[in-house]
C-alpha cells in the first residue's frame, strides 16, 4: 500500500528559506526605489496638471490616463522588450516600470491633497506677494502632503505586494526563487507559503503604522 507524500515538509522548508531570503532583499529593493520615484514623480505630475498651461498638462493627463487604463504586467513585458538594449539589468527597467505606474496613482493622490488645501492659503500668498514657486514650496505641498502620507503609503504597500509581477521579465525576486526551488525539488508548496509568510510578516506592520498615523492626522 502507497503512502501518500506529506504536504508540509520541514526540511524543504529550511532548505528554500535562505534562497527566498536572497530574493526578498531585490523584492524590497523594488518596493524602496519604485517607492521613492513614484513619491517624487508623482508630485511633480499633480502640480504641471494643476498648474501648468492646458497646452501641457493635457498630454500629460493623457499618459496618466494610459498608464493607469494599461495592466502593470503588459506594461513590464513591453517596457522590457524595448528597453533592455540600454539597461544592465532586468531590474532596473522593473523598478523604473514600477515608479512610473504608481506616479500616476500618486499623483491622484497628492492632486486631492493640493485641491484640500483651502483657497484662503493661496489667497494670503498672493497678498503677501509671494513667488509662485515660494507658495507651492512653503504653503502648499507642506500641507497636501500631510495630508495624503496615508494614502501615499497604502500605495506603497501595494506595490509591495505587486512586485512578484517582475516575475514576466525574469527578475530573481522572491516568488522567482520559490517557483525555481519548487521546479528543482517539486516541492511548491513549502517554498510558495514562506513566500507569503514573508510577504505577511513585512506588510502587516507597515500597515499598522499606517493606520496609526492616519489616526494620528485625523
Known sequence: ?????????WSHAAAALPTLLDGFRYTLLATVLGTLIALVLGLLVAMIRRSAPRIIATPFTWVVEFVRMTPLVVQLVFANLVLSPYFDSTLMIGIWV??????????????????????GQWEAATALSLPRARTWRAVVVPQAIRNT???????????????????????????????????????YTEAITLAGLIFLAASYPTSVLIRRLEKKLA
Open 98 to 119: 514600477l515608479g512610473i505606474h504608481y506616479t500616476t496613482y500618486m499623483a491622484e493622490v497628492y492632486r486631492a491633497g493640493i485641491d484640500s488645501v483651502p483657497t
Open 149 to 187: 502620507l496615508p494614502a501615499l503609503g497604502n500605495y506603497a504597500i501595494s506595490m509591495f505586494k505587486e512586485t512578484p509581477f517582475l516575475v514576466v521579465i525574469y527578475v530573481g525576486e522572491m516568488v522567482r526563487n520559490a517557483q525555481t526551488y519548487g521546479a528543482g525539488t517539486f516541492r
Open 1 to 9: 500500500m502507497n503512502q501518500n507524500p506529506s504536504w508540509w515538509d
